[in-house]
């Protein structure tokens, strides 16, 4: 299994990025998809998760990020998106893609999901 990310960068607060994460060796279909960050010298934290084909795309954000955020996935194309609005300078971090099939009440806990990419840092300034 891997899951490539990419799409990171330096930005301005305010502007708005783009991750992708493409995952291949797995039924992409049958997975919830997310995306947790780890802010600088910060814990690894819960960004958002897609719910996986048969549960129709339902998404599930931090506080943090809602509305500001909007997590979407290409079954075709094995992919799965973040797009991210209004960047503030606390936005800062590593993102990470994570494949897994959780209970919908662990959704955005880290230990709900098997696989993991290997990080794209997102660096906004003020």
């Known amino acids: 299994v891997q899951l490539q990310a990419s799409g990171g960068g330096l930005v301005q607060a305010g502007d708005s990025l783009r991750l992708s994460c493409a995952a291949s060796?797995?039924?992409?279909?049958?997975?919830?998809m997310a995306w947790f960050r780890q802010p600088p010298g910060q814990e690894r934290e819960f960004v958002a998760t897609?719910?996986?084909?048969?549960?129709?795309?339902?998404?599930s954000y931090a506080d943090a990020v809602k509305g500001r955020f909007t997590i979407s996935r290409d079954n075709a194309k094995n992919t799965v998106y973040l797009q991210m609005n209004s960047l503030k300078p606390e936005d800062t971090a590593v993102y990470y893609c994570?494949?897994?099939?959780?209970?919908?009440?662990?959704?955005?806990?880290?230990?709900?999901?098997?696989?993991w990419g290997q990080g794209t840092l997102v660096t906004v300034s003020s």
């Open positions: 060796g797995l039924p992409f279909r049958d997975y919830y």
């Open positions: 897609i719910a996986r084909r048969s549960a129709s795309g339902i998404t």
């Open positions: 994570a494949a897994g099939v959780p209970a919908l009440s662990a959704r955005s806990q880290m230990s709900a999901y098997r696989h």
